[in-house]
Every structure is written in structure tokens, then in C-alpha cells.
């Protein structure tokens, strides 16, 4: 077996603001079968702590920047998980980042420093007599793992693998905080952790470890332009074939329809128009389940809505975020007969209207994976989608060879204009129409592999490379 601790500020099923939690959350039970033991080490928020009562500790640190911190033995279904209980930096209400003024929480940069230092000291020092090979650093908040682990004397022994979920958050603080983080100054160069002047963790993890991914092929190569490697397109560049894309995979256990045939769907669907008082129309019922944010394209969906209810297309919308889009939502809804907005987090209406919906919508602007997409997929649930990222990686278009080929899954827009977005939903609606086409449609998107099994190889194949003896070790 392969001992890989893998590093997370969140978590399914325990905590989760976004995609990232899914895959930490799935990402262990798919690589055991291969031969990975992946244990998951997650901070100590309330909600984990109360969680898991009887995590027992199993690992002491002094002083964790600023307080007494222990590690907690829980579990993650069969898997181990490991919790950073340090009351001063996660016992507290709010969110996982953010405090109840709305802004980030003060000590975020102390927060995600313990993380890192934690996981250092478990990969340096071991854990219950298991001594990991490997750690797997999930964003930014885990970046800093390599440097401590070079710090503690361990860097040439445990390997180091850093996944990109989302290039947009970097890890920025001010180079006022080296000495509070017990980073070495000698690391505060262009070639190590320092980024415009700041300290950038998730810098510090590209520069540092044994090797970088991101969460899909296309994503990979968008990042090498400045356009969607938002400042850190040459620090990839520089880790040439060390970087790569894993595309994302979904637990098909919990997401799992209820019906095996399009034909299922349609009570599903009449059940949410009930609920939603939706009236029956014989246009596609459009879902979106999305934080509300400006990478999510919202604004090019608000100016290409009238094209989808002029066909008699319909939009059932769940999600929150900036208070903008919640407002400009909340106006459609009102305006328009055709819409049902709710504003909010709520995991059992995101399932009804996937069960529910004839079609799910994913505008992004930039979209690393996107899991939504993947769940309508499972559910026959159509994908209209952006030509970006993942959502380029798992769609197949419905264009004309396509269609002769009978292999379409979903629809791809591009450019990203409220017009090519405008024409797709259009088409969109032709196609709900067809009575040869949708079916078929539907069936093949159901048929579509979107499970792990294909990227659980890809991770364990590369823990395995990253473990040979040949292989390149932790960096500067
Ligand atoms: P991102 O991580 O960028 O938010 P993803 O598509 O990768 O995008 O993952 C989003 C995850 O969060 C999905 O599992 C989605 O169902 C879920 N989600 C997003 N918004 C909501 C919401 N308002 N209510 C319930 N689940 C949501
Ligand atoms: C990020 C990305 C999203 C991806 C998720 C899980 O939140 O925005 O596209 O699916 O991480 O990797």
C-alpha cells in the first residue's frame, strides 16, 4: 500500500462550501481498491468536532501558533480521517473562512499555516506508527507543507503533490507574517514563496512540491494564459511536465437517480413544478444549483434568460453568493412567471432539481471541473455549458457529427457572450422538442462514465511515479 495524507480545509460528508469537499470527500474510498491507503487530515471546526464525539487524540503539539493544538483519530467512512482540534483558530461560529462581519477571518493566514504545520509534523514524524509517503495538498490552505517539511528535515523522504482547484484563490499576506509563520526568509524569492511583493501559500505549493495538478486537462492548459491564470500563468509554466490535469469524478453512490430510463424523470419533474408552482409548459424546465459569483456567469445568463422563456423554457434556480446576482434573481423571479429563485444552501432541494430538471445550466466564465455538470449527466439531466475547463473536458456538444454519430450529451456556448449563450438555450429548446433527438440524448448522458475510476488511476499511478526512486524530490 501507498501511504498518502491527504490536506483539506473542507470535507464531505462533514464540512463543504464547495467541489473541493466533494473530492476530498471521495477521493480515498476510490484509490483504496488501488492499493493507496489515503488518510484525510481536516481542521477542527465546530461542526467536525461535533461530528465525530468520540475522536480520540492521538497526537500532541504545544504550541500551534498561539495555542495548544491536538490531532483527533476520526473516520471518513472506512477511511481514517485525522483532526486538527486547535480551539484558538477553528472553535468558533462563522464560516470556514470567513467571520461574521463577511470578511476573511483575521488569522486566516496562522489558520492554514497550523494545517500545513500540522501535516508536516505527521508526515516527519508519523501518526499511530503510520508513516506517510506522500501528501496530498488541496488548494491554498495546504500549500505551505513542503516548506515545513524541508524545515522539519523530511522533504527528501515524503513527496509532495499539489492540486489546483481554483487558481483565483492564491493564499496572499503580507511579507509582514514570515516571522509569524516560522517561514525561512531565504525562501522569499521569485523561485520560492514570494509572489508581488506578498507571501502566496499557494504559490509556495506550485514552487515547492514533487509534482502539480489541477482538476482537468483543459483547465491545465487555460492556466498557461495570463487570461485565466490570474498572475500565476509562468509560475506553472516553470514546472513544465511536473504539472498536469486529473479531471474530477463524482461518488456515483450518492449520486445515484432513482429511475434507469429517461422516462423516470417526468414525475420527478412535475413533483418540483408542483412545489416550485411552476406552470406546465412544453419547454425544458433549466436548473442551476451554483454559489452566485461573478466566475459562475451569471450576468450572461440575467441578459440571455428572455430567449430561453420566449421557447417556453422554464428556470428553477438555487444558490447564493454576491448580493448582486441574489437581488437581480430574485427581480427575475418576480418578472417572470417561468422562474422559481431560492436564495440559500440546501443539499435536498440541489437533489430534487437534478432529479427534476430537463436541463442544467453552468455558464461559467472560468470553471476548473464543475461538478454540476456531472451530476446532471448522471441524472440525464442535459449540461448547457461554457467551452472552459472541465465543463470543455465533460460535455460532448451536440453539433452536427455528433448528432449522427448519436453520441451527444449536452450543449457547449462559445464564445462566452450573452448572444452565443442566448442562441444555445435556443437550441436547447429545439432539441427538447425533438422527439428522436432528447431521448437519445438523455440516454447517452446517463450512459456517460462520471465516476472515479478512470482519474482514482491517474492520482494512484502518479503517487506511484512520484514514489520511485528516480523520481525528482521536493524542490527548492
Ligand atoms: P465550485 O466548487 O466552484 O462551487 P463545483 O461545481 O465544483 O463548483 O461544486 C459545487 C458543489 O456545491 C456541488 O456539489 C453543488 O451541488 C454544491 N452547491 C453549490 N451551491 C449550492 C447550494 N446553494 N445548495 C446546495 N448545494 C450547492
Ligand atoms: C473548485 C472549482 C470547481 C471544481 C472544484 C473541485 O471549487 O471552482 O470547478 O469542480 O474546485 O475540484
Redesign the pocket.
Known sequence: MIRVLSVTSEC?PLV????????AGALPGALAPLGVDMRTLLPGYRAVLAAQPEAETVFEVWDLFGGFARVRRGSLGDQVLYILDAPHLFDRDGSLYIGPDGHDWGDNAQRFAALSLAAAMIAAHGIEDWFPQAVHMHDWQAGLTPIYLRELGAAERVKTLMTI??VAFQGCFGADMIGTLGLPQQGFTESGYEYWGQISTLKAGIMTSTKVTT?SPTYARELMDGAFGLGMEGVLASRGADFSGIL?GIDLDLWKPSYKTPKGKDKHKAALREELHLPESDGPLCVV???L?G??GFDLLLDALPSLLEQGGQLAL???GEPHFEAAFRDAALKYPGVAV??????A??RRL?EGGDAIL?P?RF?????????GLRFGTIPVVTLTG?LADTVINANPAALSAGVATGLQVYPLTKEALSMGLVRLCELYRDADVWPQMMKNAMAQPVGWDTSAKAYAALFKQMLEPESEGARA
Open positions: 464531505v463543504k462550501t464547495g467541489g473541493l469537499a466533494d473530492v482547484h481554483n482538476v474530477n444549483i451554483s454559489r459569483t466566475q459562475k438555487l444558490g447564493s431560492r436564495i440559500g444552501y440546501d443539499e432541494f440541489a437534478i453552468v461559467s470553471e476548473p471541473c464543475g461538478l454540476t455538470q456531472l451530476y472541465g
